[in-house]
């Protein structure tokens, strides 16, 4: 029986990293599992598709298509999967003439939600920003340094002066000695937990 198939089409389906089979060897097979959603919008995408009891519901070859279409990987694509999916109107063709499709329009909806707070926001620069503030009091230099591989100082200026206008940062001293700290009202939040809240309170605003 092959149980990697399954397993492999329903975490693809939930929007997580392909299982890894890289310590494997001739002795032991070692499988690694992400237990991280990497693309919630696939996974809301997948499901709406799968609540909607549309004909032909997916199965395990038109999972596999899906996400790799997701990822721009053309190659050994079953054409006549392709081509029901396209009927379906999960994926469209890029160009009239072009041989690469791209997920359809209610994914792309789906994914901008997911990375972005209206206009004003990305939900991952918030995300690495509150991050480094949990639990510190960080002057502006100070989160340069952290985050120079992540962030310019005009991002971080400007992520400090949204959030404190929207209640989520705070800040004490003046001039060089400011510091910015996560506002009181999020003390008990930590981790994931913390930026939920955060992104909860943000979406209500920006919508």
């Keep these: 029986m092959n149980l990697k198939r399954p397993k492999t089409i329903s975490?693809?389906?939930?929007?997580?990293?392909?299982?890894?089979?890289?310590?494997?060897?001739?002795?032991?097979?070692?499988?690694?599992?992400?237990?991280?959603?990497?693309?919630?919008?696939?996974?809301?995408?997948?499901?709406?598709?799968?609540?909607?009891?549309?004909?032909?519901?997916?199965?395990?070859?038109?999972?596999?298509?899906?996400?790799?279409?997701?990822?721009?990987?053309?190659?050994?694509?079953d054409a006549n999967i392709v081509e029901e999916l396209e009927k379906t109107g999960l994926i469209e063709k890029v160009g009239t003439s072009s041989s690469k499709y791209v997920l359809s329009e209610p994914y792309r909806n789906l994914y901008d939600q997911t990375?972005?707070?209206?206009?004003?926001?990305?939900?991952?620069?918030?995300?690495?920003?509150?991050?480094?503030?949990?639990?510190?009091?960080?002057?502006?230099?100070?989160?340069?340094?952290?985050?120079?591989?992540?962030?310019?100082?005009?991002?971080?200026?400007?992520?400090?002066?949204k959030l404190q206008q929207d209640g989520i940062l705070d800040r004490e001293g003046s001039g060089k000695g400011t510091c910015y700290f996560i506002h009181k009202q999020f003390d008990k939040f930590r981790g994931e937990a913390l930026m939920n809240e955060i992104t909860i309170l943000l979406k209500s605003k920006y919508k």
Excluded: W
Aim: a positive charge.
């Design 115 to 161: 990375i972005k707070i209206g206009n004003r926001y990305l939900i991952e620069e918030i995300k690495i920003l509150i991050f480094a503030l949990q639990d510190k009091k960080l002057k502006i230099g100070e989160l340069e340094d952290r985050l120079n591989e992540y962030l310019n100082r005009n991002q971080i200026k400007y992520l400090l002066s």
């Design 11 to 77: 975490i693809l389906s939930e929007g997580k990293p392909e299982p890894s089979y890289h310590n494997s060897d001739i002795f032991q097979v070692t499988l690694v599992l992400n237990a991280k959603i990497e693309d919630k919008a696939f996974f809301i995408f997948i499901q709406h598709y799968k609540l909607s009891k549309k004909e032909p519901q997916l199965g395990v070859e038109q999972i596999i298509a899906l996400c790799r279409i997701n990822k721009s990987m053309f190659t050994n694509l």
